[in-house]
Nanobody, 130 residues
């Protein structure tokens, strides 16, 4: 009934760009904050970016700020992650997630915490070659 479908992963050269997308179905998209997380082999899952329900405010990890951009289209139920100036250390499986996080009732840290997200996609592999 609830489904998150990711697409857009692939192999790119260092310095290149890639855009991954995620579509939510089975729920009202605008009711959920959306986040992107990633996990590299042998590493912990880490926060990448998040966007509030209305799309007006975004959050980023220090490692991607200035290179990645998260956006959403609430008319199409899609969240995007535009990745520019990619580095080999960006190589990971990227997961989108949806959570009932509200901007006015929660601080930034609430968006970076995986346990605050109820629904997760299957992940899409992003590989950056050197």
């Amino acid at each position: 009934q609830v489904q998150l479908v990711e697409s857009g992963g692939g192999l790119v050269q260092a310095g290149g760009s890639l855009r991954v997308s995620c579509v939510l179905s089975g729920r009202t998209f605008s009711n959920y904050a959306m986040g992107w997380f990633r996990q590299a082999p042998g590493k912990e899952r880490e926060f990448v970016a998040a966007i509030i329900r209305s799309g007006g405010i975004t959050y980023y990890s220090d490692s991607v700020k200035g290179r990645f951009t998260i956006s959403r289209d609430n008319a199409k139920d899609i969240v995007y992650l535009q990745m520019n100036s990619l580095k080999p250390e960006d190589t990971a499986v990227y997961y989108c997630a949806a959570g009932p996080i509200t901007y006015y009732n929660n601080g930034r840290s609430q968006y970076t915490t995986p346990r605050n997200y109820d629904y997760w996609g299957q992940g899409t592999q992003v590989t950056v070659s050197s």
